[in-house]
């Protein structure tokens, strides 16, 4: 079975739909937050970084490992239908890649079941 496509998320409102839902997940490094709308079959996900990340080039930095995560693990343990939004924590940018990982590929199963 080929893994559904993956679509970012571009709009505030899409961001405060995901928000709304109240369904978060808190790592040391990220928060997941999900919702399951169930009218598509892609999965789309949003990535943000606040000021209490850092600076500009911190809050960079953080968006592009939480990007190559989620292309690395969404299209594997995500489920079609599903929003996801990961918001960067400080923590994100001296946290092991490699645990990141582990804590992402953990956390989606956890919400697959729970789905």
């Known amino acids: 079975m080929p893994n559904p496509p993956l679509e970012r998320l571009k709009k505030r409102s899409e961001f405060l739909a995901v928000a709304k839902t109240g369904n978060r997940w808190v790592m040391p490094a990220f928060i997941i937050q999900v919702y399951r709308h169930a009218l598509e079959e ?3 996900y949003g990535i943000t970084a606040s000021r209490k990340v850092g600076g500009a080039v911190e809050r ?17 343990y995500g489920c079609p239908g ?23 590929e953990e956390t989606l199963r956890r919400i697959q079941r729970r789905l």
């Open 42 to 44: 892609s999965i789309r």
């Open 82 to 104: 599903t929003d996801y939004v990961l918001i960067a924590r400080e923590e994100i940018l001296r946290r092991d890649f490699a645990c990141m990982r582990q804590e992402l």
């Open 60 to 76: 960079n930095r953080a968006k592009r490992r939480l990007r190559v995560l989620i292309k690395q693990i969404l299209p594997l």
